[in-house]
């Protein structure tokens, strides 16, 4: 056996998919499961932006496009920021890219190297920590907390900022807790930030809002454009998870990196899913507004559902589709629950350690599920802590 690369057993995994796994199997043996687990809209991608790509195969649109992607794809993303932010940006500082790993993978890879430090949040998306010890980079946790509202605090980031640190992370609103960090937060960090610190700012679910929350995308801050780069796309507001569909807005010093790894590492997007993408910025957004409608009323179900459960508590998330439930009082550890509640009562959940050691103590559940199936789930959580002595 040929030696392995160094490096590669430091890489990672996300859970949420072993959990998937492990639920579809328990299902194909004939247990009933309900899946809270997977963050992933369960609507259906909407019709016309379905047709966009059947148009766009039988219309021919089936070779290769630019490693940057279309350009009236990249226009529209443009155009799209600055409707919803008024902000300008340059389309050709625009990459279209397969899915928003991919933008968290290129940013780390471009400024993670050992002797370095990348701050990441704690409860987070995995993958970041998983991508910052692969480069050899220190990963540096930057405290999420139940009691900042699942927000960050600014000067504990800007505390934890050395001169080894050469990116920060933010997420917001954040997967796994639904945090939203207060722009009063967002604009302390901004103004403290040295300047030989870059910013990867993960705008996924900008759109997920409840409460009246207006979402502060970092690009409306013009003293950080130099050194921000900005990770969204279509997964999570179109509901479009396995179209594999994301885009990046790079500083220009930055943009010719990246797009030199697009053309070693993927080529382009898939052409078809390129003119849906199209279609989903520029086309009616009706479907958006009533999928988010169905969102509000799950959170707030399933909060007040999982207040009522014995040792347990849970704050209102701000954003996303999540709730993260405080566990501790129950006495049971996260995954060991976790796991219990999947191959038990057939609830597949995410114990919150696989979102980094400060998840002790949590539970995510993902309320991408119809309002009867969270009713169902919860109440099969609840026997399940009456019944069962913590494990």
């Known amino acids: 056996m ?17 959990v998937l796994a492990r639920a579809g199997v328990l ?6 499961i309900i899946n809270l687990g997977i963050g992933q809209p369960d609507f259906p991608t909407p019709d016309n932006i379905s047709e966009a790509a059947i148009k766009a195969i039988r219309d021919g649109h089936h070779g290769y496009t630019p490693a940057t992607g279309l350009p009236a794809l990249r226009e529209a993303v443009s ?6 932010f008024q902000v300008e940006v340059n389309p050709d500082t625009v990459l279209i890219v397969p899915g928003g790993k991919v933008t968290m993978f290129t940013a780390i890879l471009m400024f993670g190297a050992p002797g370095t430090e990348i701050l ?16 050899g980079a ?3 946790p930057v405290p999420i907390r139940e009691e900042n509202g699942f927000g960050f605090s600014a000067d504990e980031m800007l505390g934890l900022i050395t001169d080894k640190t050469r990116l ?19 604009d302390a960090l901004v103004a403290g930030l040295p300047d030989h610190v870059a910013v990867l700012s993960d705008e996924i679910y900008d759109q997920m809002l409840y409460d009246g929350e207006k979402h502060g995308t970092l690009l409306s801050y013009p003293q950080l454009r130099d050194r ?25 010093a930055l943009y010719d990196n990246a797009r030199k790894l697009a053309v070693n590492a993927w080529s382009c997007v898939n052409a078809p899913a390129q003119f849906a993408a199209l279609e989903a910025l520029t086309g009616p957004q009706d479907a958006v507004t009533a999928m988010m409608r169905e969102f509000d009323a799950r959170r707030t179900l399933v909060v007040r559902l999982l207040n009522d459960l014995p040792g347990v508590s849970c704050i209102q998330p701000k954003g996303a589709f999540y709730a993260f439930p405080n566990i501790t009082r129950t006495g049971w550890k996260a995954k060991a629950l976790a796991s219990a509640l999947l191959e038990g009562p057939g609830v597949a959940t995410i ?17 991408a599920n119809s309002q009867d199936n969270i009713r169902k789930a919860v109440a099969r959580m609840g026997a399940y802590l009456n019944d069962t002595p913590p494990g």
């Open 2 to 18: 040929p030696q392995t690369i160094p490096g590669f057993d430091r890489i990672g995994e996300e859970n949420a998919f072993a």
């Open 27 to 32: 299902a194909a043996e004939g247990k009933d």
């Open 79 to 84: 155009a799209d920021l600055h409707r919803r």
């Open 120 to 135: 990441y949040p704690d409860p987070g998306f995995p993958i970041y920590r998983s991508m910052i010890e692969f480069t």
């Open 138 to 140: 220190t990963p540096i």
């Open 168 to 186: 920060v992370i933010l997420n917001s609103p954040a997967n796994p807790c639904g945090g939203v960090t207060p722009k009063a937060e967002m």
């Open 228 to 252: 921000l780069i900005l990770l969204n796309g279509w997964s999570k507001t179109y509901a479009m998870t396995g179209w594999r569909l994301g885009y990046s807005v790079w500083p220009e």
């Open 351 to 367: 114990g919150g350690p696989d979102f980094g050691t400060l998840g002790e103590g949590y539970i995510r559940l993902s309320y």
